[in-house]
């Protein structure tokens, strides 16, 4: 809902604020005062044309900002977040300056955006009906979901349900043709991996083979240098020839403690570490003997060796550079293997589903069909209904619901994704189903139903867009309605009633009217009069809030054209009462 519009150079107003509320608020006001450039205002907000002209005369730029509360409109505050902008206690501010020049910066919670984003934002939230706007309702898809809305919950599960079974057959199409189309590709992955798993298992490497067959082949292939410096080492440390060795020089060390131990503890203690020595020496000479005499030169077996590591050597070249990562590249391309050699399989499967789903959806498609035809009906007479009482008497509205048949496709058990079998028809179809809907309009008795924006005048086609809203009141998800002198051309009963059908639409919304007609002020919640100052400009005080005697006051000026005139006046008090008793009944009817 929005509840404050700002406005500053726009147009004939130097700077006003209007502050609106729930239910129905007119705006009222000689001719030439401003009155439509609230709703050029509004346009503006919703990211509508910027027009240079538009900018007040010596003004730099004109400004509109509209704040918004989004407290029940969740996606609207997330938008918000995701463009950058703020929001405040559950509200919003939009804004959109218009230089002279014809420059135009669109603001959404403070931060700068292209209108193309905030027209985004900002169209869910208002419906606009003047004479020469582009209205919501005139867009097929528009047309279309107000009939859904008005259908109920019948026509929602089953839209629902076509949407959910659509988007699945969508995927399941996608898929198999992604399958298909890979196929050739995939029979060739699948001999490349077939052959290197092949190659692997016909070698046969265990985990860690290469790093211990490395090892190997370095011992074998310096056995005689192993053996000879073994040998050295041992004679170094326990010489058979006599020569002097490590132990023999210890075992001095030792007895030149020995014999001085019984003098000095530490000396002793000295020994004993020597005799420690000793030990070790003579168990690692045993050590490096063992050693050297298990060298053996085994030509065979290194060539053994070096054979298995070549076999090795081609493997890792190719899938990895360790054996454990071929392995492991062996393992996952086993796993592949099966899903690639499943490819048949796969698109038998998936054309299964595909036949499926699409049955599913012909008889949902027929079901929706039909509930949107008994739905179109209904909704035709109310909008007819609700005509008769706006001046339009011999005006009739229906509620087209067509389907648009296409011709046989060559393969039909593969037709293409944009045509379905419906009751032996090959019909165009969409996420929202294969109906078309279309609201035509005779607006005299004998004439052809015609598109609205074909059929109808544009007073006409405000009254029509008018009609529409009354019957929809209730399943619209937009908050705020607004019509730009929807009461052309009529007067008298015909305009006390187009009053009750906006007094009507406001308990399930907020309506905004510029008029000039009493009949329909009365039926305001909020009344604001748009008021000239002496130079014929607007001033920051030209948009005003009227209380009970000033409504009197200008209705009387709307009835007679004088502000003061006790007939006028009394008429006014005449008009307000009706309307009040008119609205508590219909709360009380409500209740």
């Known amino acids: 809902m929005i509840e404050e519009i700002r406005i500053s150079s726009l147009g004939v107003i130097d700077s006003s604020t209007l502050e609106l509320g729930p239910g129905l608020t007119v705006i009222t006001g000689e001719t030439g005062a401003g009155k439509t450039m609230v709703v050029t205002a509004l346009g503006l907000l919703l990211g509508g044309r910027a027009d240079s002209g538009a900018v007040r005369s010596g003004a730099r730029q004109a400004r509109v900002e509209g704040v918004v509360d989004v407290t029940s409109l969740a996606g609207l505050g997330a938008a918000v977040d995701d463009v950058g902008g703020e929001t405040e206690d559950g509200r919003v501010v939009l804004a ?7 420059r135009s910066r669109a603001f959404v919670g403070g931060a700068s955006v ?8 900002a169209e869910p939230l208002v419906a606009v009906h003047g004479q020469s706007d582009q209205h919501r309702l005139l867009k ?12 109920g919950d019948a026509v929602a599960a089953l839209s629902a349900r076509y949407a959910a079974l659509y988007d699945d057959l969508t995927a399941c199409e996608r898929e198999l043709a992604e399958v298909v189309a890979s196929a050739r590709e995939r029979a060739r992955e699948a001999d490349l991996l077939r052959f290197g798993v092949g190659e692997i298992e016909a070698v046969e490497p265990q985990p860690g083979e290469d790093g211990e067959l490395a090892a190997e082949e370095a011992r074998l292939g310096h056995a005689d240098t192993l053996r000879v410096a073994a040998e050295q080492a041992r004679e170094a440390l326990s010489s058979e020839q006599g020569s002097p060795d490590a132990l023999g020089a210890v075992a001095a060390a030792r007895g030149q403690l020995d014999g001085v131990r019984d003098h000095d503890p530490a000396a002793a203690e000295l020994a004993d570490r020597i005799a420690e020595v000793t030990y070790l020496l003579s168990d690692l000479a045993a050590d490096v003997a063992s050693y050297a005499s298990g060298i053996d030169t085994d030509p065979q077996r290194l060539a053994a060796v070096s054979e298995r590591r070549a076999a090795l050597t081609a493997l890792t070249r190719k899938y990895g550079d360790t054996v454990d ?6 393992e996952e391309s086993s796993a592949r293997l099966l899903d690639l050699d499943s490819t048949d399989e796969q698109i038998a499967v998936l054309d299964a589903r595909r036949t499926e789903l699409r049955a599913e959806l012909a008889e949902v498609a027929a079901a929706l069909s039909a509930a949107r035809a008994e739905a179109a009906g209904r909704l035709g007479k109310a909008v007819t209904d609700e005509l008769a009482l706006l001046a339009m008497p011999h005006a009739k509205v229906t509620v087209d619901v067509r389907q648009h048949e296409v011709e046989d496709p060559e393969d039909t058990a593969h037709p293409p994704t944009d045509r379905l079998l419906v009751g032996g028809r090959w019909l165009r179809t969409g996420r929202s189903g294969v109906d078309e809907v279309e609201i035509l309009l005779a607006a005299n008795t004998g004439s052809e139903p015609r598109p609205l924006h074909k059929g109808a005048s544009g007073g006409e086609l405000s009254r029509v867009m008018l009609a529409v809203e009354v019957s929809l009141a209730g399943t619209s998800p937009v908050p705020t309605f607004v019509f730009d002198e929807v009461d ?6 015909a305009a006390v ?6 007094a009507a639409l406001a308990r399930s919304a907020q309506v905004l009217v510029v008029t000039h007609l009493p009949q329909v002020a009365a039926y305001a919640d909020r009344h604001v009069v748009v008021e000239k100052s002496s130079d014929g400009s607007v001033t920051s005080s030209g948009l005003t809030t009227l209380d009970d005697a000033g409504r009197e006051r200008e209705l009387s000026r709307m009835l007679a054209g004088l502000a003061g005139s006790d007939t006028a006046i009394a008429h006014a008090r005449e008009l307000l009462d009706v309307a009040r008793d008119t609205t508590r009944q219909g709360a009380w009817n409500r209740g």
């Open 96 to 102: 959109r300056n218009v230089s002279a020049e014809g």
């Open 114 to 121: 292209p209108v193309a984003t905030l027209t985004e934002l």
């Open 140 to 151: 097929p898809q528009m047309q279309r979901q107000a009939l859904d809305m008005f259908a």
């Open 325 to 330: 990562e071929v392995l492991a590249w062996a």
């Open 488 to 493: 052309s051309g009529v007067g008298g009963a």
């Open 497 to 502: 009633e187009i009053g009750r059908r906006l």
